[in-house]
C-alpha cells in the first residue's frame, strides 16, 4: 500500500495489509530511514552503467507526461536505466559522451494494456512507445491494498472466517500471491491476484497461523472478488510463533565479543559506482526486478585489466511447491518476473545482516506512480577472513575475501545474493536462504506415523505443516574472457577402458565444444564431474592454453513437476540447468520478459529454436541452482540460513597461481 509518496514496508512482501496495520507500518518505515523523492546526488567517476537518479526518474515520467503518453491512471511497473549498446560501454573513456536513457514499463488499468517506452532524457523526447500485447506486468504495490479492501468487504469472504470463529477481520491478513496462469476462458483477460489469510492475533509473526482452506481471486481490473473457495475448516494453531528475543524462555549465554577491525580502513576503493579490490575491479547497480546486478569485471593482470564478464545477475526464480490441493496448486512464486527483487528489498541491518567494517550503498527506485525513493542500505561491500589461502610446510597464506551483498523479502522468505571476490581469481555466488516456511494448517499437533507427516510436507508445529517444495535461482552470465570471441567446453571425467596393459585402470577428463545453441541444453552429471569451460580460443596463457573460467556447480537438484505441468510451461529454462546463448541484449529474462498470469513458451526453451552458433562468439551463459527444501522442526519458526550456489574459477587464465604475490601479513 503506498501513502503520500512513502515505500509503504508492504512493498517489501507480498502481503494485503490491513488499514489499521498500514499506519504502524508507515511510522516504522520512517524510523527505519525510508526516504521520499530526493533531489539528484552528484555522483563522481560518471559511466554509461550509472543507475537512474530521483531526477532522471523525474525527468522520465515529465517527458512521458509532455508527450500525452500517460495521465492520471498510469502506474509503473518499473523505471530504470535503458543500458547503452554494449560495445559503446567496453570503448567508454572518460572524455566519451553518455548516453543517458530510460526505460519504463506503463500499467493501465481502466484499459488493462502495458505498454514500454524509451526515454531520451537529455533529448527529452520519447524513442519509442509501444503496447505489449496479451501480457500483464509484475504486481504493483498499490494492487495488494486494493485486493485487501475487495476480500475483507466480500460476504463470501466474511462467512469463511466466521465458520473458523474469526469476527474481527482486522485480526487477519491476506498474502497476495500472483496467480500463476489463468486459463483465457476464465481470466477474460484481465489482472488477478489471490488472497491467503492467515490469523495474527497476538501475534508478529503473520505466517504462524494459516487460515487453511481458504483462497480468494480477485478480478483488479473490475474490481471484484471472482470467487472464494473454501475447502472446509481446518483447526487453527493455537501457539503464535514468534522469533526473537520474545520467543525464548531462557536464552543462552552470549559469546564473548569477536572484533572486526580495519585500523587503516578497507583494502577496498570505491569510485562512483565502481569497486577496486585486491587486482578486481568491477561496477554494481540495482534495479527493480533484476536487484543487484554486476557489470564489467575484470582482473589485473601484467599492468592492464583483463575482462572476465560483462553482465551477471539473477535472470529468473521460481519456487515450485509440491502440494496439489486447491488452494496450493498455484503456489509456484516467481519471485522475480511477478513481484521483482530489487522492489522488494529491504535495507541491510548493520551488524547482523552484515560486519562493523561495512560500507553501505542507498539505491534510488521508482514508485508504482513513478515517483522516485531511496532505499537506503540495499547494497553492503565488506572484507573478510577467507580462511587459508595457500601452504606448503611452514610457508603459508591466509586469505582476504570481498563480499557485495544484497538482500530481498519475497512474503515469508528472505533472500540474500553475495557475489564473493577471491584472492586466487575466483568468483562466487553465495546464496542465502532463510526467512519462515511457507505453512499449511492441519489437524494434527503430534505426528508418530512413519511418513512423517503425509506425502506433501512435515509437521513442524502442532497444527502446522511445512510444505515440500524447490527453489531454482537462474543466473544470467554475460562472459567475456579476455574479449567478447568465447567458445564453451564441457569437461566430463570418467575412468579409461578396461586393458590388460592396465589392470588398475586410470582416469581422464574429456573436452566437448558446445557449437550451437540447442547442443547447450546441459544436463548435470555428478558420474562425470560435469562442469564447464568459456575459453577464448585466440588468446592463450604462457604454456599454449586458451585462457578460460570454469563455472563448477554447487548443490542442484532436478525439478520434480511433471514436464507438461503449468509451472514446466511458464519455467522452460527449468529443463536443463545450463543453457548459451549467443548474446542478445533482449534477451534478459530465463522465462521471458512478462511473466505474470503467462502461459509460458517464452524465454530460453523459445529462444534456442534459433540454434546459433556458439563458438567463437559473444555468448551468455544461463546457469540454475536449485534447491529441493523438505523441511525439518529445527527450522520453524524461523530458518536458519541455508547456502547454496556456484564458482566461476580461472582455468587456464593465468599459468601459474596468481595468489602468489599475496604477502604475510604483518
Request: proline residues 7%.
Given at each position: 500500500m503506498r501513502v503520500a509518496g512513502?515505500?509503504?514496508?508492504?512493498?517489501?512482501?507480498?502481503?494485503?495489509?490491513?488499514?489499521?496495520?498500514?499506519?504502524?507500518?508507515?511510522?516504522?518505515?520512517?524510523?527505519?530511514?525510508?526516504?521520499?523523492?530526493?533531489?539528484?546526488?552528484?555522483?563522481?567517476?560518471?559511466?554509461?552503467?550509472?543507475?537512474?537518479?530521483?531526477?532522471?526518474?523525474?525527468?522520465?515520467?515529465?517527458?512521458?507526461?509532455?508527450?500525452?503518453?500517460?495521465?492520471?491512471?498510469?502506474?509503473?511497473?518499473?523505471?530504470?536505466?535503458?543500458?547503452?549498446?554494449?560495445?559503446?560501454?567496453?570503448?567508454?573513456?572518460?572524455?566519451?559522451?553518455i548516453?543517458?536513457?530510460?526505460?519504463?514499463?506503463?500499467?493501465?488499468?481502466?484499459?488493462?494494456?502495458?505498454?514500454?517506452?524509451?526515454?531520451?532524457?537529455?533529448?527529452?523526447?520519447?524513442?519509442?512507445?509501444?503496447?505489449?500485447?496479451?501480457?500483464?506486468?509484475?504486481?504493483?504495490?498499490?494492487?495488494?491494498?486494493?485486493?485487501?479492501?475487495l476480500v475483507r468487504a466480500d460476504p463470501r469472504w466474511q462467512a469463511a472466517m466466521r465458520r473458523r470463529g474469526i469476527t474481527d477481520l482486522d485480526d487477519v491478513y491476506a498474502d497476495g500471491w500472483a496467480p500463476g496462469y489463468v486459463s483465457p476462458q476464465e481470466a477474460n483477460g484481465d489482472r488477478w491476484?489471490?488472497?491467503?489469510?492467515?490469523?495474527?492475533?497476538?501475534?508478529?509473526?503473520?505466517?504462524?497461523?494459516?487460515?487453511?482452506?481458504?483462497?480468494?481471486?480477485?478480478?483488479?481490473n473490475t474490481k471484484k472478488v471472482v470467487k472464494v473457495v473454501d475447502t472446509g475448516v481446518v483447526p487453527i494453531a493455537k501457539a503464535p510463533e514468534d522469533f526473537g528475543a520474545i520467543s525464548v524462555e531462557h536464552p543462552r549465554t552470549p559469546p564473548t565479543p569477536l572484533q572486526i577491525v580495519q585500523p587503516q580502513g578497507p583494502s577496498f576503493e570505491v569510485h562512483g559506482h565502481e569497486v577496486r579490490w585486491q587486482r578486481w575491479r568491477f561496477r554494481f547497480a540495482v534495479n527493480a526486478r533484476e536487484g543487484l546486478v554486476l557489470y564489467t569485471v575484470g582482473y589485473e593482470d601484467g599492468g592492464r585489466v583483463r575482462s572476465i564478464l560483462y553482465r551477471a545477475s539473477v535472470s529468473e526464480t521460481v519456487m515450485p511447491y509440491g502440494d496439489p490441493s486447491?488452494?496450493?496448486?498455484?503456489?509456484?512464486?516467481?519471485?522475480?518476473?511477478?513481484?521483482?527483487?530489487?522492489?522488494?528489498?529491504?535495507?541491510?541491518?548493520?551488524?547482523?545482516?552484515?560486519?562493523?567494517?561495512?560500507?553501505?550503498?542507498?539505491?534510488?527506485?521508482?514508485?508504482?506512480?513513478?515517483?522516485?525513493?531511496?532505499?537506503?542500505?540495499?547494497?553492503?561491500?565488506?572484507?573478510?577472513?577467507?580462511?587459508?589461502?595457500?601452504?606448503?610446510?611452514?610457508?603459508?597464506?591466509?586469505?582476504?575475501?570481498?563480499v557485495l551483498t544484497f538482500m530481498t523479502t519475497i512474503g515469508n522468505y528472505d533472500y540474500g545474493f553475495n557475489w564473493i571476490f577471491h584472492q586466487d581469481g575466483t568468483l562466487e555466488q553465495e546464496i542465502d536462504l532463510t526467512g519462515i516456511m511457507l505453512p499449511k494448517g492441519v489437524a494434527q499437533t503430534t505426528d508418530t506415523m512413519p511418513a512423517h507427516g503425509g506425502t506433501y510436507g512435515h509437521l513442524v508445529a502442532p497444527n502446522i505443516l511445512a510444505v515440500h517444495h524447490q527453489h531454482f535461482f537462474n543466473f544470467r552470465l554475460d562472459m567475456d574472457i579476455d574479449g567478447e570471441a568465447n567458445s564453451v567446453l564441457e569437461m566430463n571425467t570418467a575412468p579409461v577402458p578396461p586393458d590388460p596393459r592396465h589392470p588398475y585402470r586410470g582416469f581422464g577428463m574429456h573436452e566437448t565444444l558446445l557449437r550451437t545453441e540447442q547442443e547447450a541444453s546441459r544436463q548435470l552429471n555428478m558420474a562425470s564431474s560435469r562442469r564447464w569451460k568459456i575459453i577464448n580460443p585466440s588468446v592463450h596463457n604462457a604454456l599454449g592454453q586458451p585462457v578460460g573460467y570454469t563455472l563448477v556447480p554447487g548443490e542442484n537438484a532436478i525439478p520434480y513437476a511433471a514436464p507438461g505441468s503449468e509451472v514446466?510451461?511458464?519455467?522452460?529454462?527449468?529443463?536443463?540447468?545450463?543453457?548459451?546463448?549467443?548474446?542478445?541484449?533482449?534477451?534478459?529474462?530465463?522465462a521471458g520478459a512478462y511473466v505474470d498470469q503467462s502461459p509460458g513458451g517464452d524465454g530460453l526453451h523459445r529462444w534456442i529454436h534459433a540454434n546459433r552458433p556458439l563458438n567463437d562468439r559473444d555468448i551468455v551463459l544461463w546457469y540454475t541452482v536449485g534447491i529441493t527444501h523438505t523441511p525439518r522442526p529445527e527450522e520453524w519458526p524461523v530458518m536458519p540460513v541455508h547456502r547454496a550456489g556456484f564458482q566461476l574459477v580461472p582455468s587456464g587464465f593465468f599459468a601459474r597461481n596468481p595468489a602468489l604475490d599475496v604477502p604475510k601479513p604483518e
Open positions: 512513502q515505500r509503504d514496508l508492504r512493498s517489501t512482501c507480498r502481503r494485503i495489509a490491513s488499514p489499521s496495520r498500514s499506519l504502524l507500518r508507515l511510522a516504522f518505515l520512517l524510523v527505519c530511514g525510508y526516504s521520499l523523492p530526493c533531489a539528484a546526488q552528484e555522483i563522481s567517476d560518471a559511466h554509461p552503467l550509472d543507475p537512474l537518479t530521483p531526477q532522471e526518474i523525474s525527468t522520465t515520467v515529465s517527458i512521458l507526461q509532455a508527450s500525452h503518453k500517460i495521465g492520471a491512471d498510469s502506474r509503473f511497473a518499473s523505471i530504470t536505466l535503458q543500458e547503452p549498446p554494449k560495445d559503446e560501454v567496453l570503448h567508454f573513456t572518460p572524455e566519451s559522451p548516453r543517458r536513457q530510460a526505460f519504463a514499463i506503463v500499467y493501465e488499468s481502466t484499459h488493462n494494456a502495458t505498454f514500454e517506452a524509451v526515454v531520451d532524457l537529455k533529448g527529452r523526447q520519447v524513442l519509442s512507445w509501444r503496447k505489449i500485447s496479451g501480457v500483464q506486468p509484475s504486481l504493483l504495490i498499490e494492487e495488494y491494498g486494493i485486493a485487501g479492501g491476484i489471490c488472497a491467503v489469510p492467515y490469523y495474527t492475533k497476538g501475534s508478529s509473526n503473520e505466517y504462524a497461523r494459516p487460515i487453511e482452506g481458504v483462497l480468494a481471486y480477485v478480478d483488479l486447491p488452494t496450493w496448486s498455484f503456489r509456484n512464486a516467481f519471485d522475480e518476473g511477478e513481484y521483482g527483487l530489487g522492489r522488494l528489498a529491504e535495507p541491510l541491518v548493520p551488524l547482523t545482516d552484515c560486519p562493523p567494517n561495512t560500507r553501505f550503498f542507498d539505491a534510488v527506485l521508482a514508485d508504482d506512480r513513478g515517483r522516485s525513493y531511496t532505499l537506503p542500505r540495499a547494497v553492503g561491500l565488506y572484507e573478510r577472513d577467507g580462511g587459508l589461502l595457500w601452504k606448503h610446510a611452514l610457508q603459508s597464506r591466509r586469505a582476504r575475501e570481498l514446466r510451461r511458464r519455467a522452460g529454462f527449468l529443463s536443463a540447468p545450463l543453457w548459451v546463448t549467443q548474446y542478445d541484449p533482449a534477451q534478459r529474462y530465463a
